[in-house]
């Protein structure tokens, strides 16, 4: 299986020379900040983006909080059950990385030596991605944005094949998808359950907790319902 791209006729081949040749004629400080958004930016900012998420959700609050925030705690799992899975299928398919059977490439990481097939990075950003879909459509959509720069990155750095990450993609969306409506199941009374404490109710909402995980007291509700309750008893 490790000649799924031996042949520079082939049009895999063909859009890797066509893609990293870009960086050749890109400038040394273009590069290098290619090479770090590829290899650790997009990750990192796949991190914030769920953490924003999270955010927006608790201060929003209403019904479907739980459901929302196990959506996003669905997410960074389904990226690690993702690459998990990548592992027999690389071991399986064993397809080298592009510089070691193809020469011209401008190389921008060095020190790869395992597998080329399926990107573990297009795969982590996909699954997030789709996690973030399934919590919050506009989230979602800016996640998949960030999923497919990606993947172009990694073959920007000439470190995979576009069908690498075209494999990484469909696997992290396959894991993040299939495996969803379990994980909701589990994950959405555990929320539910979390939403209700008064110490811990804040990660899932914001509305009606307030300062040491209590809940928010109206100032002059609490005399007033004393006020009418004597009132009541007076009568």
């Known amino acids: 299986m490790a000649g799924l791209a031996d042949s520079g ?12 040749g870009l960086a050749k004629d890109a400038p040394p400080w273009f590069d290098r900040i290619m090479e770090f958004v590829g290899e650790y930016g997009l990750l990192f900012a796949m991190v ?35 690459v998990l899975v990548n592992v027999p299928i690389r071991g399986f398919v064993e397809r080298p990385r592009p510089f070691n059977d193809h020469a011209g490439l401008e190389v921008l990481v060095e020190g790869k030596t395992d597998y080329s097939f399926v990107s573990d990075h297009a795969t982590i950003t996909m699954a997030l991605a789709v996690g973030l879909f ?54 959405t009374p555990v929320m539910r359950a979390i939403e209700r404490s008064p110490r ?36």
């Open 134 to 187: 399934v919590a919050n459509r506009r989230f979602g959509l800016v996640g998949l944005g960030l999923a497919l720069l990606e993947g172009f990155c990694r073959v920007y750095m000439g470190v995979h094949y576009p069908t690498d990450v075209i494999g990484g993609l469909a696997l992290g969306t396959a894991v993040a998808l299939l495996l969803s409506p379990l994980a909701m199941a589990l994950l």
């Open 48 to 82: 914030l983006l769920v953490l924003w998420c999270w955010w927006t959700v608790r201060r929003r609050g209403g019904e479907d909080a739980a459901s929302s925030v196990a959506a996003l705690v669905w997410a960074p799992l389904a990226a690690g059950v993702a």
């Open 9 to 20: 006729s082939n049009p895999d081949v063909d859009l890797l020379y066509d893609i990293n």
């Open 200 to 235: 811990a109710g804040w990660l899932i909402s914001a509305r009606g907790h307030g300062r040491g995980g209590r809940d928010t007291v109206i100032p002059g509700a609490r005399s007033e319902a004393s006020g009418a309750e004597e009132r009541d008893l007076a009568a």
